[in-house]
Protein backbone atom coordinates (compact mmCIF):
# COMPACT_ATOMS: atom_id res chain seq x y z
CA UNK A 1 0.00 0.00 0.00
CA UNK A 2 0.85 3.47 -0.94
CA UNK A 3 0.58 6.02 1.64
CA UNK A 4 1.81 9.03 -0.30
CA UNK A 5 -1.49 8.21 -2.98
CA UNK A 6 -3.92 6.29 -0.48
CA UNK A 7 -7.18 9.01 0.61
CA UNK A 8 -6.10 10.48 4.27
CA UNK A 9 -9.62 8.81 5.21
CA UNK A 10 -8.43 5.26 4.57
CA UNK A 11 -5.32 6.14 6.19
CA UNK A 12 -7.19 7.19 9.49
CA UNK A 13 -9.36 3.91 8.95
CA UNK A 14 -5.82 2.00 9.50
CA UNK A 15 -4.21 4.14 11.45
CA UNK A 16 -7.09 4.32 14.22
CA UNK A 17 -7.22 0.61 14.35
CA UNK A 18 -3.04 0.67 14.90
CA UNK A 19 -3.61 2.97 17.08
CA UNK A 20 -6.02 0.75 19.10
CA UNK A 21 -4.00 -2.49 18.97
CA UNK A 22 -1.08 -0.48 20.82
CA UNK A 23 -3.09 1.07 23.46
CA UNK A 24 -4.65 -2.55 23.80
CA UNK A 25 -1.35 -4.43 24.32
CA UNK A 26 -0.12 -1.38 26.48
CA UNK A 27 -3.05 -2.21 29.03
CA UNK A 28 -2.47 -5.39 29.06
CA UNK A 29 0.87 -5.30 29.50
CA UNK A 30 0.70 -3.05 32.45
CA UNK A 31 -1.29 -5.59 34.04
CA UNK A 32 -4.63 -4.36 33.76
CA UNK A 33 -6.87 -7.97 32.92
CA UNK A 34 -10.01 -6.72 34.47
CA UNK A 35 -12.69 -5.77 31.37
CA UNK A 36 -14.03 -2.85 33.42
CA UNK A 37 -10.58 -1.65 33.52
CA UNK A 38 -10.13 -2.21 29.42
CA UNK A 39 -12.75 1.03 28.14
CA UNK A 40 -12.03 3.22 31.17
CA UNK A 41 -8.21 3.07 30.24
CA UNK A 42 -7.89 3.33 26.74
CA UNK A 43 -10.24 6.32 26.53
CA UNK A 44 -6.90 7.82 27.83
CA UNK A 45 -5.52 7.27 24.31
CA UNK A 46 -8.30 6.60 22.29
CA UNK A 47 -10.39 9.68 22.35
CA UNK A 48 -10.66 11.97 19.75
CA UNK A 49 -9.84 14.98 22.80
CA UNK A 50 -7.10 12.62 23.77
CA UNK A 51 -5.93 12.31 19.91
CA UNK A 52 -5.95 16.17 19.77
CA UNK A 53 -4.13 16.83 22.36
CA UNK A 54 -1.15 15.02 21.13
CA UNK A 55 -0.84 16.39 18.34
CA UNK A 56 -1.22 19.71 19.57
CA UNK A 57 1.55 18.90 22.43
CA UNK A 58 4.02 17.12 19.78
CA UNK A 59 3.66 20.36 17.14
CA UNK A 60 4.49 22.27 20.02
CA UNK A 61 7.37 20.19 20.71
CA UNK A 62 8.42 19.85 17.14
CA UNK A 63 8.57 16.06 16.95
CA UNK A 64 6.96 15.61 13.45
CA UNK A 65 8.79 15.85 10.12
CA UNK A 66 7.76 18.26 7.56
CA UNK A 67 6.11 15.23 5.45
CA UNK A 68 4.08 14.47 8.70
CA UNK A 69 2.60 17.56 9.07
CA UNK A 70 1.78 17.38 5.00
CA UNK A 71 0.27 14.53 6.48
CA UNK A 72 -1.62 15.68 9.14
CA UNK A 73 -2.76 18.55 7.33
CA UNK A 74 -3.99 15.77 5.03
CA UNK A 75 -5.88 14.03 7.55
CA UNK A 76 -7.32 17.25 9.16
CA UNK A 77 -8.57 18.80 6.11
CA UNK A 78 -10.28 15.31 4.49
CA UNK A 79 -13.78 15.62 3.84
CA UNK A 80 -15.64 13.11 6.13
CA UNK A 81 -19.50 12.50 6.59
CA UNK A 82 -19.40 11.33 10.10
CA UNK A 83 -20.47 13.82 13.29
CA UNK A 84 -18.83 13.31 15.91
CA UNK A 85 -20.83 12.25 18.69
CA UNK A 86 -18.70 13.76 21.89
CA UNK A 87 -16.54 16.35 20.58
CA UNK A 88 -16.34 19.01 18.15
CA UNK A 89 -15.27 19.58 15.03
CA UNK A 90 -12.05 20.93 15.18
CA UNK A 91 -10.93 18.63 17.66
CA UNK A 92 -13.10 15.53 15.73
CA UNK A 93 -10.52 16.68 12.66
CA UNK A 94 -7.14 16.59 14.84
CA UNK A 95 -8.08 13.36 15.74
CA UNK A 96 -8.89 12.31 12.50
CA UNK A 97 -4.81 13.66 11.63
CA UNK A 98 -3.12 11.64 13.75
CA UNK A 99 -4.99 8.58 12.75
CA UNK A 100 -4.08 9.10 9.67
CA UNK A 101 -0.42 9.77 10.31
CA UNK A 102 -0.80 6.14 11.85
CA UNK A 103 -1.75 4.39 8.62
CA UNK A 104 0.60 6.56 6.50
CA UNK A 105 3.43 5.46 8.18
CA UNK A 106 2.67 1.56 8.13
CA UNK A 107 1.61 2.19 4.83
CA UNK A 108 5.17 3.38 4.25
CA UNK A 109 6.89 0.79 6.04
CA UNK A 110 8.50 3.29 8.73
CA UNK A 111 7.68 0.84 11.88
CA UNK A 112 10.16 2.51 13.59
CA UNK A 113 9.19 5.80 13.51
CA UNK A 114 5.38 4.49 14.83
CA UNK A 115 7.80 3.05 17.96
CA UNK A 116 9.15 6.97 18.21
CA UNK A 117 5.81 8.22 18.10
CA UNK A 118 3.59 5.37 20.38
CA UNK A 119 6.71 6.13 23.30
CA UNK A 120 6.57 9.98 22.93
CA UNK A 121 2.39 9.34 23.27
CA UNK A 122 2.81 6.88 26.61
CA UNK A 123 5.34 9.97 27.71
CA UNK A 124 2.36 12.37 27.74
CA UNK A 125 -0.40 9.90 29.17
CA UNK A 126 -0.17 6.77 31.11
CA UNK A 127 -2.14 4.43 32.01
Not at 12 to 20: F, N, Q, V
Not at 55 to 73: A, C, D, S
Amino acid sequence: MNGKTMPPLALAYLGDALMSVKVREYILECGYMRPVDFQRLSVRFVSAKAQASFVHELLEQGFFTEEEETVLKRGRNAKSLTVPKNTDVITYKMATALEALWGYLYCEGKLERIEELWNKIKEMRSV
